[in-house]
């Protein structure tokens, strides 16, 4: 299941602008490599809870873009699209 797992990653980064996967139960984010570096960061700095997506979000967006996802997550939209910007590591808006 791990290899699977790694497989499955490592594919998405491949292939992608961008991923960040979220556990629900534990709260555990992954962020991929192309995710980071859209944002000029590492996957290192990404394990600094301090640059978790919320924390990035823009102050004008924060509200919309966590309301969306209650509402995904309960189940009153089938998916999760919101647009938002993030900090970049230079401290631009992106």
């Known amino acids: 299941m ?13 292939t992608s602008d961008g991923v960040w996967d979220r ?23 990404m394990k600094n809870p301090a640059l978790g997506w919320k924390k990035l979000l823009h102050p004008d967006d924060k509200i919309r873009a966590l309301a969306a996802v209650k509402e995904n997550l309960s189940g009153r939209t089938e998916h999760y699209n919101v647009e938002f910007r993030l900090r970049n590591k230079a401290g631009q808006w992106q």
């Open 2 to 14: 791990r290899e699977s797992d790694k497989r499955f990653r490592l594919t998405l980064d491949a």
């Open 23 to 45: 556990n629900l139960v534990t709260g555990e984010t992954f962020y991929g490599n192309n995710w980071a570096r859209l944002l000029g960061y590492t996957a290192d700095d």
